[in-house]
């Protein structure tokens, strides 16, 4: 290894000056612990979020997507989450809320806006199918580390931009994967970075535990819930949607198999079903446009 390839621990500057990127949505995290009570009604609620109207929106436009199925096309907040279950307004609301982030290019990865969401918002979908099939509870924890598990590569463009391209060239060069590049530079990858972010955040530890270990197979390997949210990464990957210079270097440990229970046929028929409810949700895609 060169002198110029040891890691300089810009991950301890990036650490140090996370504190001034925007905090999520005060009103989306006020929402969900309203969600949390029973006493609070859906009109409490609704009352909660309609002085943000970019929120309010993007609810009812998500509201309104084939993937949630509801009979009838909606306008009002009111009328969405009188219509939807408990898990489809945390994902809801959860989406409406990354939306402004996950619509940012990403130069160094080779990432426009249309990319990061469609790579987000198919991997959080994914994940659904991935945890339906090796039987745990499809809430929507893993919806939410599905949709962020790669808010770090927001946080490397903002505080290391220039240096994403060479961390692209030596992942090229060498052949190993963008994270294992990552480490090479930066003394840490953007899945550490972006815990960190939803650590900060005061995200459930839960969430920020399954992005932590989403390119790490010894971590991912250890309990089901992690081992979702990198099988649902790897599969958007491999199908190729939003994909980045990164995205055919993905790879994942045949351990993954084992931690979810599942055996080759189990895996092909979640690949097939994650490609007929990403193709569902195909509104939901187009999403990234309507972010000035
Ligand atoms: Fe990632
Ligand atoms: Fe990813």
Redesign the pocket.
């Known amino acids: 290894m060169t002198q110029e390839l040891q890691p300089d621990f810009t991950l301890e500057h990036i650490f140090d000056n996370m504190v001034e990127l925007p905090t999520f949505p005060k009103v989306v995290q006020e929402a969900l612990k309203m969600l949390d009570d029973p006493n609070v009604t859906i009109d409490e609620l609704a009352e909660a979020l309609k002085y943000d109207p970019s929120i309010t929106a993007n609810i009812i436009k998500m509201t309104n997507s084939a993937h949630y199925g509801l009979p009838q096309q909606v306008s009002s907040v009111e009328t969405a989450l009188a219509l939807l279950g408990h898990n489809q307004i945390r994902q809801i609301l959860m989406a409406s809320a990354s939306l402004p982030y996950l619509t940012r290019p990403l130069y160094g990865y080779d990432v426009t806006p249309d990319k990061l969401w469609a ?2 918002i198919s ?1 959080a979908i994914i994940s659904e199918v991935v945890a339906e099939a090796c039987g745990v509870d499809a809430g929507s924890e893993y919806f939410t580390a599905a949709l962020l ?2 808010v770090g590569k927001i946080v490397l463009h903002i505080h290391v931009g220039g240096r994403l391209k060479e961390i692209a060239t030596i992942a090229s060069q060498e052949k190993i994967t963008f994270p294992e590049a990552e480490w090479k530079v930066l003394g840490g990858d953007h899945a550490v970075i972006g815990s960190e972010l939803l650590r900060i955040w005061e995200f459930p530890n839960d969430i920020v535990r399954a992005i932590r270990c ?1 390119h790490d197979p010894d971590l991912y390997v250890q309990r089901k819930e992690y081992a979702v949210v990198a099988m649902s ?1 790897f599969i ?2 491999q199908l190729g949607i939003g994909v980045g210079s990164d995205a055919f270097m ?1 790879r994942v440990s045949p351990g993954i198999m084992e931690a979810l229970g599942f055996t080759r046929a189990d895996y092909h028929r979640v690949v097939v079903q994650s490609i007929q409810k990403c193709v569902k949700a195909k509104d939901l895609f187009m999403l990234y446009q309507e972010v000035a």
Do not use: I, R
């Open positions: 790579h987000s991997t598990h790669d989403h990464n958007s990957s993905n």
